[in-house]
């Protein structure tokens, strides 16, 4: 089902397999990029989500200030989601996945994560493969 779209971004369920799909088509402005990420965290939690795909691959470089809040106000409340493993889809964009690396060096203490070319490979990995356990 397909909770949020724009002509930039896509958040779906697969209620099957609690798993939320984001998919970015392109770059936004500022508001609009933590609008989303905002409903993102709303959805997340309002649908107790385990397993997440963030797909980047179309997503532009954010400015400095989108990029230290992602790392700080965003990363915070993702990181208190239910969220056992999270699929990440690189960039096409190197300045952008260099950024996106910060936010993910932020949750990997709380989120197993594991990187992806495809969308298919990184279904698979969060479906078929069972979280690692953690003994913190």
Request: include cysteine.
């Amino acid at each position: 089902m397909v909770y949020f779209h724009t002509d930039y971004l896509q958040v779906e369920h697969h209620e099957k397999n609690n798993v939320l799909i984001t998919q970015w088509y392109s770059g936004c402005s500022s508001l609009q990029y933590r609008q989303a990420l905002i409903n993102i965290v709303r959805i997340a939690r309002e649908l107790q989500i385990e397993y997440a795909v963030l797909d980047k691959r179309l997503l532009q470089p954010v400015t400095e200030e989108d990029l230290h809040w992602t790392c700080t106000i965003f990363a915070k409340a993702y990181a208190k989601l239910p969220l056992k493993k999270m699929a990440v889809i690189h960039s096409f964009h190197p300045e952008t996945e260099q950024q996106q690396q910060k936010l993910y060096k932020q949750l990997e203490d709380y989120i197993e994560t594991r990187s992806f070319s495809d969308l298919t490979s990184a279904y698979d990995w969060l479906t078929l493969v069972p979280p690692v356990k953690s003994y913190s």
